[in-house]
């Protein structure tokens, strides 16, 4: 696919859907758009057609075009800076609300959610896990990673400083790793577009970790303020590790509180 047809294709999936790709780095994009058409085994011209004609097919082509990959404790560095730099000044809120934004199939809300309950603050936390796929939001409702994730995800939870075992928070069922009831009643799984839809509560504590990458600098503007309009007063923002407040038009309203992590807190 060239770039030239990668338009013709985001003005398509606009006019059937009126999803906007057009402010997502071309790049990234145009090699999710190669994959996919690879994995179908189709031309841009049968492509065109087939989301024309069915009306589900595009809601399928912009959930694989979208990014839905994570794991848990993902960054262990990360999570060891949220457990002590982050919860000793969450601790003294009543209730406290958090949102993973661009959950994927929610590996990091469930990283939160078990730190959040050996900190003995999940029973008054509410975590909102969003994403554009509803394919992912699904995977993340049922809580289920293969045994090979779970391997994977019990290295990067003990090097995060976990207290425990990984397995005490999931079971093994059908070769499968199941997490528990417990940590997933106090999860909501919902889908929302970061670059289309408003602010839906007020959060102390936001997680967007590598979503900002795949965006422009201008549709980056826009979710920085949807973010910042989204936190309450000293609520902390969480980026990826390639992602920065710079440019946001917004840096003078955070105080930094990690600057290789990307952890801020607003104070204006």
Known sequence: MEYTELEILITRIREISGFDFSGYARPSLLRRASRYLTNHKMTLDALLVHIGK??????????????????????????VKVRTAVFPYLESYPTLRFWVAGCASGEEAYSLAIFLKEAGFLGRSLIYATDLSNKALTAGREGVFTLGNARTFSENYLAAGGRHSLSDYYHVAYN?????????RNIVFSMHDLTGDGVFNEFQFISCRNVMIYFTLELRRKVFRLLYDS?????????????????SGLEENFKVIDSALNIYQKIR
């Open 54 to 79: 069915d009306g589900r097919a595009v809601y399928d082509l912009i959930q694989d075009l979208t990014v839905n990959y994570s794991e848990m404790f993902r960054d262990a560095d990360f999570f």
């Open 176 to 184: 499968k790793a199941v997490i528990v009831p417990e940590l997933r």
């Open 231 to 247: 936190l309450s007063m000293l609520g902390f923002l969480c980026l990826g590790k390639r992602e920065t407040l710079r440019y």
